[in-house]
């Protein structure tokens, strides 16, 4: 997520801070949600073992369980290709004990070496449940979450996003959303350089830089610092080095 030079026409006029339509899905291909589930997917039995996981979601840590899974559970996450160890130059799926990942997620929780993401809980949701003999998926959507028909589905599923169109112009977009402009159009580089530096504040340096590169996260955490990804790129770069 940053900031990125797109070559657009020079008379293209978007509305800055919005996002381009192409990258948005049509509102006509929303499928409502199923109301028996609420959008969930869950049966009544599974939700209820999902909605204890997490100790915030019960306000009690001895109620909860997402520190307190059990090998099988542990050995199927690697099976799922979860829980990756980065060993050799590459992410390895080996050997965990259950203790160690759930020490890992009670001390540093989500944010911990093998911290459980959403993918994680309902992976080990689905586990409980087949182990208990629980349905998991609602009766009504099928563990989709929504009403809708496997055409529909899978018109979603092949539906991609446009690009805008391309051209001799310069304009910068943010892309920490789906993507929306944040500058005027401009007919050359060194235009847009100057309002970068004039305008949004940017170093003449770090423009010229950004601009030449043609892209740049937003926020970097480097050195203990919040840096800028675009203006700051010296920094960034000195407290990397």
């Known amino acids: 997520m940053g900031r990125e030079v797109k070559r657009v026409p020079v008379g293209f006029d978007w509305p800055l801070n919005n996002v381009w339509s192409g990258y948005l899905m049509p509102d006509t291909m929303d499928l409502p949600t199923c ?10 039995e599974a ?12 306000g009690d840590s001895r109620l909860s369980w997402s520190d307190k899974i059990g090998q099988a559970e542990v050995d199927n996450l690697l099976a799922e290709g979860r829980l990756k160890t980065w060993k050799d130059g590459r992410w390895q799926s080996l050997p965990l004990t259950a203790a160690q990942v759930n020490k890992a997620n009670r001390d540093s929780g989500a944010l911990a070496a093998y911290g459980h993401d959403a993918i994680n809980q309902h992976i080990l949701v689905r586990f409980r449940c087949e182990r208990l003999g629980i349905e998991v998926r609602c009766a009504t959507c099928h563990g989709h979450g929504d009403i809708g028909t496997d055409e529909q589905r899978a018109a979603i599923d092949e539906w991609e996003r446009t690009e805008p169109p391309t051209g001799e112009g310069w304009q910068v977009w943010e892309t920490v959303s789906e993507g929306s402009p944040i500058t005027p159009v401009f007919a050359t580089r060194e235009e847009l350089v100057g309002h970068l530096v004039s305008v949004m504040g940017w170093r003449p340096d770090a423009a010229e830089t950004f601009t030449a590169d043609g892209w740049a996260p937003s926020l970097v955490m480097a050195g203990g610092q919040v840096m800028k990804g675009a203006e700051d790129a010296d920094r960034i770069a000195a407290a990397l080095g």
């Open 35 to 44: 109301g028996d589930c609420g959008g969930d997917g869950y049966t009544p």
């Open 47 to 58: 939700r209820a073992i999902a909605k204890s996981f997490y100790s915030f979601q019960t």
